[in-house]
């Protein structure tokens, strides 16, 4: 595929300079302590600094006709917080649960995207991400009762998009992200126990690492779902963050991935049930997005604050992809709105 880079096994080469582009294969390793990290002003920044400076998340989400589950574990270095939800499109049942720890306490963060270890622990409340070649376990045990056991599919026609890019005048991101893909497991929520293979469930998976902008701002929307024909359509679409010379923009069609270029978020902040309108400027992308319900949060901290808004509801409009035009017309998608100082 043109465009693509090679990329090695580390991000950060012997001289402490990050690879950057949208690469041709995940990175094994984001090795984010041997980065070359400065000021502004050109002088070189601790060790500590840069444990201290860098920012991890990771975000899943389970999607079918009968259940939707989000849920993320978030290193901040400073804090760590891990949250979950679940949202039933058949009742109209939502619960969710969010925890924080200072320090980073009980929390791990591997730097292996496809081979390592995410988790975070709160009293009697724990999440687990486990990467594994070729499929990703997803674990979350609340006191509340809730659980979810998943086993993301990624081994058969995985093509993840990983992509590096600037952020601000010394930092940078690298995420990698794939839709659409097959989920087994079971979820036991509200007495009622739901088999994700049953469901015939997909997934999608945010895996991202960096030295972000001390001010960052996204707008990002995300899909997995099947289209009447019995296809899998994956979606993530992004803008604000990860686009500077390359966007991490891309649909996934049976597996396959189509790489897109930038797209536009249009919606009222002060009217949060209004609807978004997401495009491109080719008309390949042409989208509207009606809210059903969102997670919210809001930490004003001082140093650290947090407005985030994550908007479930439903996609309508159409794609174009390869010049044929495909339909969406009411599937179960995602939308964000995102400030973060950190």
Known sequence: MTGLVQMDEKLVDAQGRVALGRFDAPCKEVNYLDYALRTAMDRPRSKLARRFAVNQFQFVAISSPQLLVGLAIVDLKWVSNA?????????????????????????????????????????????????????????????????????????????????????????????QKAAARPVTGRVSWRHRQYDLGELE??????????????????????????????????LNFAAGVNDTGVTENALWLDGRRVDLATVNFEFDRQNPDGEWQ????????????????????????????????????RLYGKLRIDNKAIEINGLLGLVEDHYAKW
């Open 83 to 175: 949250f979950v939800y679940c949202y039933s499109p058949e009742t109209g049942d939502f619960e969710e649960a969010s925890f924080i720890v200072p320090l980073g306490r009980h929390t791990r963060f591997d730097n292996r995207p496809n081979d390592g270890v995410s988790a975070f622990r709160s009293g009697r409340n724990r999440f687990t991400i486990t990467a594994r070649p070729g499929e990703r376990e997803v674990s979350v045990v609340l006191k509340s009762g809730l659980q979810v056991d998943a086993h993301i599919d990624e081994a058969s026609h995985y093509q993840p998009v990983a992509v590096a890019t600037r952020a601000g005048y010394q930092g940078w991101a690298y995420t």
């Open 201 to 234: 469930a997909l997934g999608s998976v945010d895996w991202t690492t960096g030295f972000m902008r001390r001010e960052t701002f996204w707008n990002w929307a995300s899909l997995s779902a099947r289209l009447p024909d019995g296809r899998t359509l994956g």
């Open 278 to 313: 997401i495009n491109d400027f080719n008309d390949d992308v042409q989208l509207r997005f009606v809210p059903i319900g969102a997670r919210r949060e809001k930490v004003n901290a001082g140093l650290l604050a947090s407005n985030f808004t994550q908007h479930f509801g």
